[in-house]
């Protein structure tokens, strides 16, 4: 019994310091995501400084505003289109940066009216092990503890990888969502007032079928009371 405690409580230490450690070095590891307006007739360009051939992933979508499209581009150091996508809503790009600055932008000069909202994000493809992100030296040979925290290490971060994924397909959903719901909301109001119109109109009309309209024969102002004339004969 003191066994199986023992070992349920090294787990969960091992567990929580895996987590802590990955908490604290995803951001030193190079993962970035943002969520950026990018305003009609506007080009926006991030820029990353890689010193090292580590393959990357560039993940992005288009959440909101007009067709959900923009224009992206990949932009090497040397000034050369690494990827180029007209009128993109969404796409998942891997490549292997050389040293130096790389530009990633989002253009929207298409759109006179429309302003778009972006999400991305740019880390490495693959899960490198808690020792090389906390800089330290590898191991050669790795002991029972160490295998179970990269093992958790990459776990956890599969974890976090969903979780992008899914708040991104969550904030279309509810844009979406709120989307229809406004339209629905104005299309009930326009009905509300075309019931209402029809409502007034037919009381209108019944009131003009059933009220009898009589000629005067009182004489108008100005006209003088025609008498009658009676003859004996």
């Known amino acids: 019994m003191e066994r199986a405690t023992r070992s349920l409580t090294r787990a969960i230490l091992t567990l929580g310091v895996a987590f802590h450690l990955h908490v604290h070095l995803v951001s030193a590891h190079g993962t970035r995501q943002l969520t950026y307006i990018v305003q009609h007739d506007e080009r926006a360009c991030f820029s990353n400084v890689w010193t090292n051939n580590e393959k990357i992933f560039f993940e992005y979508q288009v959440v909101r505003g007009g067709n959900k499209d923009l224009d992206v581009q990949i932009i090497t150091p040397n000034g050369m289109v690494l990827y180029n996508r007209k009128r993109a809503s969404g796409d998942e790009v891997t490549f292997t940066p050389q040293n130096g600055e ?19 994000n740019i880390r490495p493809a693959y899960t490198d092990t ?8 590898e191991p050669t040979v790795k002991d029972a503890g160490q295998a179970a925290c990269d093992e958790i290490h990459e776990a956890v971060t599969a974890v976090l990888n969903f979780q992008r994924k899914y708040r991104v397909h969550e904030a279309i959903g509810r844009h979406l969502a709120e989307q229809l719901n ?19 109109g037919q009381v209108v009309a019944l009131k003009t079928l059933f009220t009898d309209t009589r000629k005067s024969t ?16």
Not at 130 to 137: F, K, M, P, V
Not at 194 to 199: A, K, Q
Not at 218 to 233: F, R
């Open 102 to 120: 790389f530009k990633f932008c989002f253009s929207n000069e298409f759109s006179r009216i429309s302003d778009k909202v972006v999400m991305f």
């Open 130 to 137: 808690l020792s090389r992100e906390a800089g330290d030296q």
């Open 182 to 200: 406004r339209m629905v909301s104005w299309w009930s109001l326009g009905q509300s007032v075309v019931v209402l119109l029809c409502g007034v």
């Open 218 to 233: 009182k004489p108008s102002e100005g006209e003088p009371e025609e008498k009658q004339v009676i003859s004996y004969t």
